[in-house]
T-cell receptor, first 114, second 108 residues
Framework: NAGVTQTPKFRILKIGQSMTLQCAQD?????MYWYRQDPGMGLKLIYY???????DKGEVPNGYNVSRSTTEDFPLRLELAAPSQTSVYFC?????????????FGQGTRLTVV | DAKTTQPNSMESNEEEPVHLPCNHS???????IHWYRQLPSQGPEYVIH???SNVNNRMASLAIAEDRKSSTLILHRATLRDAAVYYC?????????FGQGTELSVKP
């Protein structure tokens, strides 16, 4: 049981490049989330999804896009990378609304934009 | 979203109990109180959550004040592996909104 798997673990992007951060979970969870964490700060919610085909914005969605075509996968797309998007990105999932249950986090993707 | 206030850092000694406080004076009646921790270079890890009553699990205990405006996470015997940032979070509407957390250091 792998849990929440994020790829890649590290990436360096040039300004203006695009990339997709991958997130997959094998626990059949309906709810999935993307967070970013800047150095020395708490996590900020970017986007979340309550099931396949349904996504919604979190606290800091600008500059990002998501899709959820399957229960297992929740990719995060950066279209035009900017230095302000240098951060560690965490994906998470939960079996139900996270008010009532625990969320499971991946190990993170460390992204640097130069 | 309701906010939480935690001390920036705390120190404890190994094998002693640790009480991590959290204030949430603007909590609403349906906000759940969650605690997560983040070890260095790892993703957050669930610790415990509750609504009104005190809660216990294998990792910790959660003591919730009667007026729900504050709560305390209790680690019964701190170990070196408990050194982490501990986040107190209020959830409503299916989202966890993280604050700054408390950095706990454990001395041998």
């Amino acid at each position: 049981n792998a849990g929440v798997t994020q790829t890649p673990k590290f990436r360096i992007l040039k300004i203006g490049q695009s990339m997709t951060l991958q997130c997959a979970q094998d626990m059949n969870h309906n709810y999935m989330y993307w967070y970013r964490q800047d150095p020395g700060m708490g996590l900020k919610l970017i986007y979340y999804s309550v099931g396949a085909g349904i996504t919604d914005k979190g606290e800091v969605p600008n500059g990002y896009n998501v899709s959820r075509s399957t229960t297992e996968d929740f990719p995060l797309r950066l279209e035009l990378a900017a230095p302000s998007q240098t951060s560690v990105y965490f994906c998470a999932s939960s079996p139900n609304r996270v008010d009532y249950t625990e969320a499971f986090f991946g190990q993170g993707t460390r992204l640097t934009v130069v | 979203d309701a906010k939480t206030t935690q001390p920036n850092s705390m120190e404890s000694n190994e094998e002693e109990p640790v009480h991590l406080p959290c204030n949430h004076s603007t909590i609403s009646g349906t906000d759940y109180i969650h605690w997560y921790r983040q070890l260095p270079s790892q993703g957050p890890e669930y610790v415990i959550h509750g609504l009104t009553s005190n809660v216990n699990n294998r990792m910790a205990s959660l003591a919730i004040a009667e007026d729900r405006k504050s709560s305390t996470l209790i680690l019964h015997r701190a170990t070196l592996r408990d050194a982490a940032v501990y986040y107190c979070i209020l959830s409503l509407g299916g989202k966890l909104i993280f604050g700054q957390g408390t950095e706990l250091s454990v001395k041998p």
